[in-house]
C-alpha cells in the first residue's frame, strides 16, 4: 500500500513538473508572438507611409517658410502676440485667458496654447 501511495506521489510530482515546463513554454511563445506582431505592425506602418502619396508639411517648416522666404520676422510676431501688459498680467494671475488689442491669448504651463478672434 505504501508502495503505491509513493509511486501516486511521485507520478503527481513529475506531472506537476512536466506541467510548469509546458506553461513556461506557452509563455515563451506568446512573448515571440507579441514580438513578431510589433514587428508587422511595424512594417506595415512603414509600407502605409511609403504608400501615402500626400507629403505631409509640418508647422515648424510653414514657420521656417514664413521667416527665411517671405521675410516675416518670427522675433516681432511672437511680441505682437504676447504684449507687456499680457505678460505684466500673467505674473500676476497665471494661467489664463488674456485680451489683446483684435484678439485673445490661452496661456497654460507658461505656454501660449491658443489665439482665438
Do not use: W
Amino acid at each position: 500500500m505504501k508502495g503505491r501511495l509513493s509511486k501516486l506521489k511521485q507520478t503527481l510530482t513529475n506531472l506537476n513538473i512536466d506541467l510548469e515546463e509546458k506553461i513556461k513554454n506557452i509563455n515563451e511563445i506568446k512573448r515571440k508572438i507579441k514580438v513578431t506582431s510589433i514587428k508587422i505592425e511595424d512594417i506595415e506602418a512603414m509600407i502605409d507611409q511609403r504608400n501615402n502619396k500626400d507629403i505631409v508639411i509640418t508647422e515648424h517648416a510653414i514657420i521656417t517658410y514664413f521667416e527665411r522666404i517671405l521675410g516675416y520676422n518670427i522675433k516681432d510676431i511672437k511680441n505682437k502676440i504676447l504684449s507687456e501688459e499680457i505678460k505684466n498680467n500673467f505674473k500676476i494671475t497665471g494661467d489664463g485667458i488674456y485680451k489683446n488689442k483684435d484678439f485673445s491669448v490661452k496661456i497654460k504651463n507658461n505656454t501660449v496654447m491658443h489665439i482665438k478672434i
